[in-house]
């Protein structure tokens, strides 16, 4: 029995690195979820709901337990809800010619960490996940307008100025604002901001566009709340990794935590954010 569910978790985690692989920006737990029940027939013991913990099915937890084991192994890695794997990871996958070896593997040392505490990380996962689920959904119901008015008060507490913006309604080209690092225009280095808040990711295509419309000797900034697909992020880290900034929806978050405390009492009040403090086990 202890075999059959070894052999079962290891086709979990077997899916759930083949999902990955073909994705080098990553996914989120929920789309290796999703590709886990797509891919295999799950059991209705797998899928029945578990007591005390809303939201999450058998297989989920157990999937996300030995994700976790994956991640301190070294072989995964995770930045906010989404999940990437590593170089050591496609190494290691590539020597363990069957899904339960690889497992045990990781389970051996999952154990050797964690002991007696997956009901507390699963509270913790749960609600890492729902808070940047709510984030997430609140930034993108903004409007355009509402939207770029969080840049501006991001790029203004990061010691920006902005030298020009556009009207509200009003476009011009590619450029919705333009910023300078010296308000006496000392560095004449301009920041060309581009904002698209369409739902739609940016493809390379579009990026060469405003990349082709920009002066060759400013900077672009190119913000995405749907995200830039990986065609796009290769062109840049190959083209021009020192002209042209990609920000994602998770990169401006993490940017407005960080200088949440220079943003003005306004901005703060358009986008709130409070810190909430679990217990934490050290490494």
């Known amino acids: 029995m202890a075999e059959n569910a070894a052999w079962r978790m290891g086709e979990f985690l077997r899916i759930a690195i083949l999902f990955l692989w073909g994705?080098?920006?990553?996914?989120s737990t929920r789309?290796?979820?999703?590709?886990?029940?797509?891919?295999?027939?799950?059991?209705?013991?797998?899928?029945?709901?578990?007591?005390?913990?809303?939201?999450?099915?058998?297989?989920?937890?157990?999937?996300?337990?030995?994700?976790?084991?994956?991640?301190?192994?070294?072989?995964?890695?995770?930045?906010?809800?989404?999940w990437l794997l590593t170089e050591?990871?496609?190494?290691?996958c590539k020597d363990?010619?069957?899904?339960?070896?690889?497992?045990?593997e990781s389970q051996r040392i999952y154990e050797n960490w964690r002991l007696n505490r997956p009901s507390i990380y699963l509270t913790i996962e749960y609600a890492r996940e729902k808070a940047w689920d709510q984030i997430r959904r609140y930034l993108q119901n903004l409007t355009h307008y509402e939207f770029r008015s969080?840049?501006?008060?991001?790029?203004?507490?990061?010691?920006?100025?902005?030298?020009?913006?556009?009207?509200?309604?009003?476009?011009?080209?590619?450029?919705?604002?333009?910023?300078?690092?010296?308000?006496?225009r000392v560095d004449q280095q301009h920041l060309m901001v581009q904002i698209r808040h369409t739902g739609?990711?940016?493809?390379?295509?579009?990026?060469e566009s405003l990349i082709s419309a920009s002066n060759k000797d400013n900077m672009v900034l190119?913000?995405?709340?749907?995200?830039?697909?990986e065609k796009a992020m290769e062109l840049i880290s190959t083209l021009a990794p020192d002209k042209v900034v990609l920000m994602d929806l998770e990169k401006f978050v993490d940017l407005w935590i960080e200088y949440y405390?220079?943003?003005?009492?306004?901005?703060?009040?358009?986008?709130?954010?409070?810190?909430?403090?679990?217990?934490?086990f050290a490494e």
């Open 150 to 184: 969080l840049v501006r008060d991001l790029l203004m507490a990061m010691g920006q100025t902005l030298d020009w913006v556009a009207p509200p309604g009003k476009k011009r080209g590619h450029v919705d604002m333009i910023a300078v690092p010296d308000p006496l």
């Open 96 to 104: 363990f010619k069957q899904a339960s070896d690889f497992y045990i």
């Open 200 to 207: 739609q990711v940016v493809t390379a295509e579009e990026l």
């Open 88 to 92: 050591e990871g496609q190494l290691v």
């Open 23 to 27: 994705k080098p920006s990553g996914a």
């Open 261 to 280: 405390e220079n943003l003005t009492p306004d901005s703060r009040q358009r986008f709130p954010l409070e810190a909430i403090h679990f217990l934490s």
């Open 31 to 82: 789309e290796i979820m999703e590709a886990i029940a797509k891919s295999t027939r799950l059991t209705t013991e797998e899928t029945s709901p578990v007591p005390g913990a809303a939201g999450f099915y058998q297989y989920e937890i157990s999937t996300r337990l030995a994700m976790t084991a994956l991640e301190k192994a070294g072989w995964l890695t995770r930045d906010k809800s989404r």
């Open 222 to 229: 190119c913000v995405s709340s749907a995200g830039f697909n």
